[in-house]
């Protein structure tokens, strides 16, 4: 007896051209889903436009030429427009600010996006009865930790945490009040092709390239560096698979030295040196996220270590030069 195949949906993806977003979309594509795409293209006042323009050029050439983007901003009364028009059966809510260096330069843009946005994209989901919300939160609301579980009390630090604590809480009480499914995803630290130069791996890529000192602070700092593709993966089956509700964690599940990343880096570029730093005491310090709730629920499995990864985006980097 054959299998029934699963049912193609629609499904909206705010953020849908960001580092993670355009990879989720890529894979929605392959599996044949109905996917558009809600973006509102902003620099967040932390990178110039020219490196946004040719990103954004790069990752629409990774999705079918058809796929409708609305260049909007979440916060606007008019994607009201957009949720009538589609009828999204799910929507995926990447739409945000990266990290707590591009809230910190510009917060109060920050807290409108991360709060009124989000808030706009669940009424929405209400008015026009999305069956499931996916919220895009992050590993940060654990604070320091060494191995997280989903049920492990959330501990603030910085308003990016605290916006997407923020961000879970709205989610789960729509959730309660209008009975509709909802995910919380709490990524790893994602990396990978097409990102911005001015995170943690594109910098050291950025450093070692030009010969300069990859600037490593703590010896001893880690974090569970995740590949985009692993990332959008997780987010991906947590999506379209059924019956799946509630948090959780999404990351390669292994802890990496970051000092041991750089000297991965100068070694492939051939280039560049690396510096230990004092550990900046604001820091966190951050282990492994357990994944094993995903696995269980939606047979979530990463395939890409590190050395893989890394040398997946220097292949990148080479190839725009």
């Known amino acids: 007896m054959q299998m029934a195949k699963p049912k193609k949906q629609r499904i909206l993806v705010t953020g849908g051209l960001g580092l993670i977003g355009h990879n989720v979309v890529k894979q929605l594509q392959s599996l044949k889903h109905n996917v558009q795409v809600i973006d509102a293209l902003t620099t967040y006042n932390s990178i110039v436009p020219k490196e946004l323009e040719d990103l954004i050029s790069q990752r629409l050439k990774q999705m079918n030429t058809s796929t409708q983007i609305y260049k909007e901003d979440i916060c606007n009364p008019e994607i009201d427009q957009v949720f009538d028009q589609f009828k999204p059966d799910v929507v995926i809510h990447l739409a945000s600010f990266p990290n707590q260096v591009f809230v910190d330069n510009n917060p109060v843009e920050a807290s409108r996006s991360m709060c009124l946005g989000t808030a706009n994209i669940l009424d929405c989901c209400t008015r026009h009865k999305t069956k499931k ?8 609301v654990y604070g320091n930790y060494k191995n997280a579980l989903e049920d492990d009390k959330v501990n603030p630090s ?43 791996i594109g910098q050291f890529f950025q450093r070692a390239i030009a010969d300069d000192t990859l600037y490593v602070n703590g010896k001893d700092s880690t974090s569970d560096f995740t590949y985009v593709g692993d990332a959008a993966l ?46 900046n005491k604001n820091a966190l310090s951050k282990g492994i996220l357990d994944c094993s709730k995903a696995e269980e629920e939606f047979k979530f499995k990463p395939t890409t270590n590190i050395e893989e990864g890394l040398k997946l985006y220097y292949k990148w980097l080479t190839e725009i030069k």
């Not at 919300?133 to 940060?140: F, G, T």
């Not at 698979?241 to 990343?261: A, H, P, Q």
């Open 133 to 140: 919300i996916v919220y895009i939160s992050s590993e940060i």
């Open 234 to 279: 997780g987010i991906v089956l947590a999506s379209i698979t059924k019956n799946v509700t509630g948090t959780f964690n999404i990351s390669r599940g292994k802890k990496e030295k970051i000092l041991d990343v750089a000297e991965t880096i100068v070694k492939l570029v051939g280039k560049g040196k690396v510096k230990i730093r004092a550990k």
């Open 158 to 200: 910085g308003q990016y945490s605290i916006w997407k604590i923020a961000g879970e809480e709205i989610v789960k009480e729509y959730s309660r009040a209008t009975g509709q499914d909802h995910v919380i995803i709490r990524p790893g630290l994602v990396y990978g092709e097409r990102d911005i130069t001015n995170r943690l």
